[in-house]
């Protein structure tokens, strides 16, 4: 049976999605026309808040308000479509774009944390946050979401926006988990709002929701479509339809990546044996969670185990 999560994570939407304890180095851009930003970090996912004026991403004109979540190398420009000037490498990282990565520096800063432009009176300001996931669970359910998903202002709480202008521009001890908490709730709020997005509507659906509801919390039961499709009281054809259509994966493959992600995740943020965690995820013994776990991430687990331990030793 299913006895504990990886350090961090939390159930349901909000705990997949996010990916339990997250990262979400905010800034605050301060913007005159003509302006174009070219975001080319690798992050599992961008956040953009326009907080005042407009602003365009591809075909998209975001409106004072608007929220956009993207996933991939994007630009964001004033609404004409100006190229980008400017390249965001990631936190603290930016260029101009005729300069190559290695130039990359803390530059444009303006006297106030996290902000960053031509002048604090600017006619667009533009909250941007680059959310890191922290496990494998994590970058797994956000690569399920669209390249660019977009939230008009009505349905994003002015409050919230309001409250992650004054937090960004505030410095303080313990700014940065504040921040992580409001993009989570940015997020969310965005993923709430659009019911339609794959995830999102799987967990909402009246026979899928049920049945991830059961994977997710039970890994080690050795499940069968017909038990599961028993379970929420339709035909095993039925469920495998459904939950294909949703997810773009069968029933038993999705519990098979989820079960090789919750023993990634384990593997690097514990000290278990590998036969404890595969007892815990549905192996029969650690040989067969280490065979399996190659075939999923191409090396075996002691090689994430040591890369962790490198990294925390560095973090010390």
């Known amino acids: 049976m299913f006895q504990r999560p990886p350090d961090g994570y939390r159930g349901g939407v909000l705990g997949e999605l996010l990916g339990g304890r997250t990262t ?12 174009g930003l070219r975001f080319a970090t690798d992050a599992a996912l961008t956040v953009h808040v326009v907080l005042r004026g407009s602003a365009r991403l591809g075909r998209t004109l975001l409106a004072s308000g608007d929220v956009v979540l993207v996933r991939q190398v994007h630009d964001l420009t004033d609404p004409t479509g100006t190229s980008p000037g400017a390249v965001v490498d990631g936190p603290g990282r930016t260029r101009e774009t005729h300069e190559g990565p290695a130039s990359a520096a803390d530059r444009w800063r303006l006297g106030r944390p996290r902000s960053y432009g031509v002048g604090l009176d600017a006619p667009t300001v533009v909250a941007h946050a680059v959310h890191l996931p922290a496990g494998v669970l994590g970058r797994r359910s956000l690569a399920a979401l669209p390249d660019v998903l977009h939230t008009p202002a009505h349905l994003m709480p002015a409050a919230l926006r309001e409250l992650l202008l ?6 303080g001890p313990g700014q940065q988990d504040v921040l992580d908490r409001i993009v989570e709730l940015v997020v969310l709020t965005s993923l709430r709002a659009n019911p339609q997005v794959g995830p999102v509507a799987a967990r909402a659906d009246p026979v899928v929701g049920p049945v991830l509801e059961l994977l997710h919390a039970e890994p080690a039961t050795s499940w069968t479509v017909s038990e599961l499709a028993a379970r929420v009281g339709v035909s095993r054809a039925a469920l495998a339809r459904r939950f294909t259509g949703l997810l773009g994966e069968g029933v038993i493959a999705h519990l098979t990546a989820h079960r090789l992600d919750l023993a990634a995740d384990l593997v690097r943020t514990s000290d278990r044996t590998l036969a404890s965690i595969a007892q815990e ?4 013994d650690g040989f067969s969670l280490s065979a399996a776990y190659r075939r999923r991430f ?9 890369s962790a331990d490198r990294g925390s030793s560095t973090a010390r």
Do not use: F, N, T
Not at 298 to 306: H, L, M, V
């Open 281 to 284: 995820v549905g192996y029969g």
């Open 166 to 171: 004054a937090e960004a521009a505030r410095g």
């Open 298 to 306: 191409g090396r075996a687990p002691s090689r994430d185990r040591a």
């Open 24 to 35: 979400a180095h905010a800034a605050l851009s301060y913007l005159v026309e003509p302006w």
